[in-house]
């Protein structure tokens, strides 16, 4: 498998807060999505800032498109197309004078593809930004990051302000993106619902570690969660269970291997998991 | 780089509007009056506000998180400090322009207003080298002390920038006897001094950006 991005070991440490992102590792192959789940303050941002060196790594290697990018692979660079959460530009821009400073900026900037986006979003050109709605503004950036024709997108909260429409149009925009196997997309989201429609893949993090990573295939073929009482937890077998979180009348347990509980356990009842519910489970509940 | 610049300079372009509409009236009533200390705050003004606004610019841009997004854009960090530095000697040059347009209608209209045309060398000379030392120290101690504090460093700047202009001057009075050869090597020293620290300035305001995490 070829892939598009890879972490092995990345670590960071912030002495004044005392927050460490702790030996990251995944990898997204070509042709996927990513969703990168976690609560705030998880490290997600800082896993984000470490790709693409906004932040100076500790330790660790991280590869884009086969190699490791430094400050003066500006060619690396045109192959990334970045979102942040909020306001990406200055507010005395306009999306005209967006297109014209990101001409001078990207060798292969697409003015034709930047105007189809801000006439497919309803994006004022001649309107600053400041005066955008938070909404118009990731749709500006989200055209912005599209519009120099990038192999990987990488969206940290892009779709957080957006209205359930746009989000669903924006979706439809990034599986689009991915259709071109050599594109895949790392989503940075709070919105699992959204990752739930379009990610090929997704990555827990908490705490500044990685809790899981799996393809959502194996997330729904191989992992559940079973409903039990609390007197029945003793006679689950602890190499079955990675979390519980005790609730008022039942204890969720989530399973690693679905087919092998529905056989051992028979009289339990065993859903499937959804990322949300994972998430808590693996946040908030008790590690086995 | 072409991009960052044109940035650089639509941002410096709306504050340098409002500078010029001052400017543009106080430049018609200095250039009527006849008054050698207007015309001495006049040069002062235009060379030094010019190159303030472009200063400025740091500070609005790390209101958003375009800030940490043009670290993401296909351009080395010494771009970004690169671009500054350029828009700097580019407003310089806005400023210089004003002056020289007053000094040259009031010249018309009035003749020489100086002891003699040499002092005009000697006033541009500390106009653009107080710019200069104001871009050299503003920078480095910008990026090091954090750009949400970059008002306060733009005064400190200014102030050091005076101190080093009139140290300058004063020991260039001292060791030189007064006259032609003094005013002329006083300007050039001037200069000298203050291009010299705003190029030695540049890799050092490199080499702190580009330990920094955004």
């Known amino acids: 498998m070829e892939y598009i991005l890879e972490l092995e070991q990345v670590t960071k440490t912030f002495p004044k807060s005392g927050f460490t992102l702790d030996s990251l590792s995944f990898s997204l192959p070509c042709g996927a999505i990513m969703g990168f789940v976690g609560e705030n303050g998880a490290g ?83 309107q600053k930004v400041k005066h955008y709605s938070k909404g118009m503004t990731m749709k500006l950036a989200i055209a912005a990051a599209l519009s120099h024709h990038p192999s990987l997108l990488i969206l940290d909260e892009a779709t957080s302000g957006l209205d359930p429409v746009m989000r669903d149009e924006m979706l439809d925009i990034f599986l689009e993106f991915v259709q071109d196997e050599r594109h895949s997309i790392l989503l940075s989201s709070h919105i699992t619902e959204d990752l739930e429609k379009v990610a090929d893949y997704i990555t827990f993090l908490h705490n500044g570690k990685i809790l899981l990573t799996a393809s959502r295939n194996e997330l729904a073929s191989r992992y559940a969660v079973m409903r039990c009482r609390e007197r029945e937890l003793p006679s689950l077998d602890p190499g079955d269970v990675i979390a519980l979180r005790k609730r008022d009348f039942q204890t969720d347990v989530l399973i690693s291997d679905k087919k092998a ?12 998991v959804s990322i949300d519910e994972m998430m808590l489970l693996l946040v908030k509940g008790e590690r086995v | 780089m072409k991009g960052l610049l044109k940035n650089n300079i639509c941002a410096t372009r709306s504050a340098a509007t409002v500078f010029s509409v001052f400017l543009i009236p106080f430049g018609i009533f200095a250039a009527a009056v006849i008054s050698q200390s207007l015309q001495i705050g006049y040069v002062m003004t235009a060379t030094i506000g010019f190159s303030f606004n472009a200063a400025s610019i740091v500070k609005n841009e790390s209101a958003s998180k375009w800030n940490r997004l043009k670290l993401t854009l296909p351009v080395r960090r010494a771009d970004v400090i690169r671009s500054l530095f350029v828009n700097q000697l580019i407003w310089l040059s806005a400023g210089i322009l004003f002056s020289g347009a007053e000094l040259g209608v009031s010249w018309l209209l009035h003749g020489c207003m100086f002891d003699q045309p040499l002092d005009i060398l000697s006033l541009f000379a500390l106009g653009i080298s107080m710019s200069l030392f104001m871009g050299a120290v503003f920078f480095p101690l910008c990026y090091a002390g954090g750009e949400e504090r970059s008002e306060a460093f733009l005064i400190i700047s200014v102030l050091c920038a005076f101190v080093l202009d009139f140290t300058i001057i004063s020991m260039a009075n001292d060791l030189l006897e007064p006259g032609t050869r003094a005013i002329v090597a006083g300007a050039v020293l001037l200069i000298a001094c203050s291009l010299l620290a705003f190029a030695l300035s540049y890799p050092l305001t490199v080499w702190i950006y580009q330990r920094k995490d955004y």
């Open chain 1, 44 to 126: 997600k941002t800082t896993a984000i800032g470490c790709i693409l060196n906004t932040l100076k790594k500790d330790g660790g290697t991280v590869r884009l498109f086969g190699r490791e990018m430094s400050d003066q692979d500006t060619a690396l660079r045109e192959g990334i197309g970045v979102v942040y959460d909020g306001e990406n530009f200055p507010g005395y821009w306009t999306a005209a004078r967006l297109s014209q400073i990101m001409k001078g900026l990207y060798t292969r900037w697409d003015d034709a593809l930047f105007q189809h986006y801000t006439d497919r979003f309803r994006l004022p050109k001649a």
């Open chain 1, 261 to 272: 509980a529905q056989r051992k356990y028979r009289d339990a009842v065993i859903d499937p």
